[in-house]
């Protein structure tokens, strides 16, 4: 996980950015919009304070055209994290079928490649090795043109992670982490990002970030 805190202004914003070490990524936080690129919401490589501040404004900005009655909680401020292969991860719980595991190409790909598979939790190690060379961009995960091999095993360990998650924890109706970056083999991953969507006791669904 990156350093990651909630900035309410934009001087916040500043102060919070200088203390994580810049370059940072900047990411709005509303209840209501939770596909924050789809809002012009996600800011990246952000490298100095004069930057941080006029993020903040633009972000807010694009959040209120985008959706003008949302509530605005403020800006995420996180530190950007080191380069990678971006997959992800997701949970989608089915009241018949039980808790149901997603894996494939991330990003702001995965809708146009849909290079994804699924498999009903629980799984154990072999389910999740078995998942992670269905997809056709398990290619991107191996060594080619000097490019190092991914962590894998991280990838295959996550996906059992979060399959004890799906199993421990029925009040997560929605899980995504994306996008995981994985990182050279031996080097494991980072979640630059995650939404959940959780059952509250007696009441509907709420999103959290």
Partial sequence: MLPTKLAKTAEEAVDLAADMGFPVVMKIVSEQILHKSDAGGVMVGIGTAEEAQQAFDTIVSRAHAYKRDAVIEGVLVQRMAPSGTEIILGLNRYPVFGPLLMFGIGGIFVEVFQDVTFRLAPIG?????????????????????????GDIETVEKCLVG?????????????LDINPLLVHAEGQGATAADCRMILRAPGGNPQAQH
């Fill in 162 to 174: 979060l399959s004890n998650l799906a199993m421990n924890h029925p009040e997560i109706v929605e």
């Fill in 125 to 149: 190690r072999n389910e999740a090795r078995r998942m992670v060379r269905q997809i056709k961009g398990y290619k991107l995960l191996q060594s080619f043109r000097g490019r190092p091999k």
